[in-house]
């Protein structure tokens, strides 16, 4: 039975460690959006503080200005969806390791019950013998 609890303890700690994985996969996720929602509101206000079209055309250091923040933003929302993607792909990975966790601590907990039932059985078996021993 000892066993059978050494085993119950490993899935909860198991569950435990997935449950903080997922958490932190989550907390991550959040912040890309965060930074994301930020980016596009950045873009929006470079996008408003664009140079005139004389100035685009002669490229002036304005104009230059402007296009390289325009690309810097850009570049940056890029690598953020793209790490969002894989973000994604990590919580379908967290979650089915969430499952299996809670899987094995069930299935622990049962043998632990099973093995609990089997020992009060044989108790009670052996407090009658005993009994029957004492009366005779």
């Known amino acids: 039975?000892?066993?059978?609890?050494?085993?119950?303890?490993?899935?909860?700690i198991g569950v435990y460690r997935a449950k903080r994985a997922k958490e932190g996969l989550d907390n991550e996720r959040d912040a890309r959006e965060s930074r994301l929602v930020e980016l596009s509101e950045e873009e929006r206000l470079i996008d408003r503080t664009e140079p005139s079209f004389f100035a685009r055309l002669f490229r002036t250091a304005a104009a230059q200005r402007h296009a390289d923040?325009?690309?810097?933003?850009?570049?940056?929302?890029?690598?953020?969806?793209?790490?969002?993607?894989?973000?994604?792909?990590d919580d379908k990975v967290a979650d089915d390791h969430l499952l299996r966790a809670n899987i094995q601590l069930d299935e622990a907990?049962?043998?632990?019950?099973?093995?609990?039932?089997?020992?009060?059985?044989k108790q009670d078996a052996l407090n009658a013998f005993r009994d029957r021993l004492a009366a005779a």
Do not use: F, G
């Not at 039975?1 to 909860?12: C, I, K, T, Y």
């Not at 907990?109 to 059985?121: D, P, Y």
């Open 109 to 121: 907990r049962a043998r632990l019950e099973e093995k609990s039932s089997t020992w009060a059985s």
């Open 69 to 89: 923040e325009v690309a810097t933003n850009a570049n940056a929302q890029r690598k953020i969806r793209a790490d969002l993607v894989q973000s994604r792909n």
């Open 1 to 12: 039975m000892e066993r059978e609890q050494a085993d119950v303890d490993s899935a909860e």
